[in-house]
């Protein structure tokens, strides 16, 4: 039983976040892949982050018309900052050793996993898929981001790693929000549903002055 999972602070969810999960489930035959709000990002102690209600809405609404794609919302349930190894490891007691875990993930994300709560058990529970992200502008070559580091700090790691051939889908929740706050059109960045929500919500709009 193959199981995917994304995870992600999703402030907001968007087309790119799907993308990247549609294409996992059909190339490693995912019985279904998980999108997993986090709680209190660890890496992302230092902004603001939307309160988990509104991540959580829309996922939710983001996944609403694919049977395949499931809300969990563990980490939001949970109090204190979120690590992914201590979802791994509940997910594992829930759904027992037949599961097969794909743990998806940004290269830039990969290559900080030594920095992570116990990133050799992290390796061990899941498989990591590699999802490609765009050039930054300055950067030389295709993929900035260095990970022979990785096999130095987590010897065997990198055999874990399935590198997803897909085509690099260049939106980001950052971009997104900014747009919403200059008072830019972010249609089609997101889905529909989302996109209302956010307007309802009047979420990421900068504040009057």
């Known amino acids: 039983m193959n ?17 990247i999960a549609e294409e996992a489930r059909i190339t490693l035959g995912l019985r279904e892949v998980l999108f997993v709000p986090a709680g209190q990002p660890w890496l992302k102690l230092d902004r603001d982050v939307s309160p988990a209600a509104h991540r959580v809405e829309m996922v939710r609404r983001a996944i609403a018309d694919n049977p395949r794609f499931k809300l969990c919302t563990l980490e939001v349930e949970r109090t204190g900052p979120s690590y992914t190894v201590d979802t791994l490891t509940i997910l594992r007691e829930q759904m027992g050793s037949e599961a097969e875990f794909f743990f998806m993930l940004g290269r830039d994300t990969l290559a900080d996993l030594p920095l992570w ?93």
């Open 3 to 19: 199981i995917g999972i994304l995870g992600g602070t999703f402030d907001p969810i968007h087309v790119g976040h799907l993308v």
């Open 117 to 209: 709560k116990e990133p050799k058990r992290v390796a061990q529970l899941c498989r990591l898929v590699v999802a490609p992200r765009p050039v930054l502008k300055g950067a030389e070559g295709p993929e900035p981001r260095d990970l022979e580091h990785l096999e130095t700090a987590l010897p065997g790691v990198l055999d874990k790693v399935i590198r997803l051939d897909m085509p690099v889908i260049g939106v980001s929740s950052s971009e997104i929000r900014r747009r919403v706050a200059q008072g830019m059109s972010f249609r089609y960045l997101v889905p529909p549903e989302v996109a209302t929500y956010i307007t309802e919500q009047k979420l990421y709009m900068a504040p009057a002055g």
